[in-house]
């Protein structure tokens, strides 16, 4: 947050408004003398959170305003990271957008599969989302074709930045239930569903598969990294849903806070800091989505999920 004053002169109780104070505003005017104590909250039309208090002291013709401007200096378009901490690493993860396999509840891991319209259509939605919001310095993305595609949208909305592809981003790599239809799994592969849902995190699928141990450490580490590449910056990550169930449980250690489901193209918002400090900003974003109809057509963002 940053702080600004000025004072004013005002002939009348009707206050002007500092020139400091864009449109698109929220105002907060608070009367602190005198027993008509009040607040009032006006709208301008950006979208900045701003207060400031009004402080009227009756003096010979004159009264005296305070004004006291906060302003958000993460709001979107108005600064850039840059400009605020450079002591930590802004990293925006967003899971890719729908592929058919998605829709139709089939298990992904690695196998290699490409969004589906609606999927497309989400990047766009997410992607002029980003674009409007604070510079990107730098976009990474998982190798697999879902991933990449929606990354390789977001870069062309932001300044046409080059997509770093990242193997160590993919989805978990699920063995021999890649390619089943989730509520089939059980049945044709027994084993290596009872060791998907196994509670001790070290189980290995069968069929070449990681445990949730191995997911962890590789995409924690590789978080890690891009965000010591990238102090005082703004970054996009773009991968799975199992990968950002990782991140959720290494920024919320102990605490035993679940990540709940991660729809296609949410952004989650992380701030990475010495001494490999994470914390969540926010969480499971979909905002963008609103009205668009492609809110609950996704499946996974847990274990499962690809």
């Known amino acids: 947050m940053s702080t600004l004053c000025t004072w004013c002169h005002l002939e ?3 206050i002007s408004l500092p020139p400091l104070i864009s449109r698109h505003s929220i105002v907060k005017l608070s009367n602190l003398h005198g027993s008509n104590n009040r607040n009032r909250i006006l709208w301008w039309p950006r979208t900045q959170f701003v207060s400031f208090s009004v402080s009227l002291q009756p003096i010979p013709l004159l009264l005296t305003a305070v004004f006291t401007l906060m302003a958000d200096t ?10 605020v901490d450079r002591n930590f690493t802004e990293i925006v993860v967003v899971r890719h957008g729908e592929t ?5 509840k089939r298990i992904q891991g690695h196998l290699d599969i490409d969004l589906n319209d609606v999927g497309r259509q989400q990047a766009v939605a997410v992607a002029e989302r980003l674009s409007g919001e604070s510079k990107i310095s730098a976009i990474y993305s998982s190798d697999l074709k879902r991933a990449l595609e929606t990354a390789e949208t977001i870069a062309n909305r932001c300044g046409g930045l080059q997509v770093i592809q990242d193997e160590t981003l993919r989805e978990r790599h699920l063995g021999d239930l890649q390619g089943l239809v989730y509520s089939e799994a059980p049945k044709i592969k027994t084993k290596a569903y009872e ?7 070290n189980v290995e699928i069968p069929g070449g598969g990681e445990s949730l141990d191995q997911l962890y450490k590789r995409c924690t580490s590789s978080l890690q990294t891009i965000a010591s590449k990238h102090r005082g910056e703004r ?3 773009v991968t799975h849903g199992g990968v950002i169930r990782a991140l959720h449980q290494r920024a919320y250690t102990g605490s035993g806070q679940r990540a709940g489901r991660i729809l296609n193209v949410s952004v989650n918002v992380l701030h990475l800091s010495d001494p490999d400090r994470w914390v969540i900003k926010s969480w499971g974003d979909v905002s963008h989505l609103n009205g668009a109809g492609y809110l609950d057509s996704g499946f996974g963002g847990d274990r499962t999920s690809g």
């Open 74 to 83: 993460h709001s979107s378009g108005d600064a850039e990271l840059s400009s």
């Open 235 to 237: 970054v996009v990550v």
């Open 12 to 14: 009348s109780s009707a």
């Open 100 to 104: 058919e396999w998605n829709a139709e």
């Open 195 to 201: 060791a998907l849902q196994s509670r001790h995190t």
